[in-house]
């Protein structure tokens, strides 16, 4: 089992990319005290957070403590050490810290024992700047990859892209 980690405060979180459009690896990253941990994510998961924090977001009460300290979330922190790559992903918001939280867990090899293996956990509590910041380059980083075919909902790459709908007879 790899290690988890427990950011309830984080004091920073970033979503950054490595790599050009198509082949891109996607990064979760955040820090709390000297303590960061980086871990790679798939682009759809980063979507689709982003999608839910926005939702989360909309539901929560009004507060007079929204501040923006912390909110920078498109620079990566250098060296991407990757503590492991994520599976499983949970949201919840915490009232008493109003903090949104992040559970991350280790994806694993279903193969080297099924669901019976521990997992390592990465817990991020997010400030709602912090939260709002990820929302923002997370939607960047999804939104700026390679464009979709009109026909097929496919990426097109820079040299072309043989569109199925077409059967092959005119290129996107």
Not at 60 to 65: D, F, H, V
Not at 99 to 105: G, N
Not at 119 to 139: K, P
Request: proline share 6%; charged share 20%; hydrophobic share 40%.
């Amino acid at each position: 089992m790899s290690r988890s980690y427990d950011l309830p405060e984080a004091d920073w979180v970033a979503v950054g990319v490595v790599g050009e459009p198509g082949s891109r690896t996607f990064y979760l990253q955040a820090g709390q005290g000297d303590e960061i941990v980086t871990l790679k994510v798939e682009k759809t998961q980063v979507g689709a957070l982003a999608g839910f924090i926005t939702d989360m977001m909309a539901d929560l009460p009004e507060t007079s403590r929204f501040d923006f300290e912390g909110s920078e979330a498109g620079t990566l922190r250098k060296p991407l050490d990757v503590a492991w790559t994520v599976g499983a992903i949970q949201l919840r918001y915490d009232n008493v810290s109003d903090r949104i939280v992040l559970l991350a867990e280790e994806l694993t090899d279903a193969a080297a024992g099924g669901s019976d293996v521990e997992r390592a956990v990465a817990t991020i509590g997010m400030s709602r700047a912090q939260a709002a910041a990820f929302v923002a380059a997370g939607s960047d980083l999804v939104t700026s990859g390679r464009p979709l075919c009109p026909l097929c909902g496919r990426p097109i790459n820079p040299e072309g892209h043989s569109c199925p709908r077409t059967n092959g007879h005119h290129p996107a």
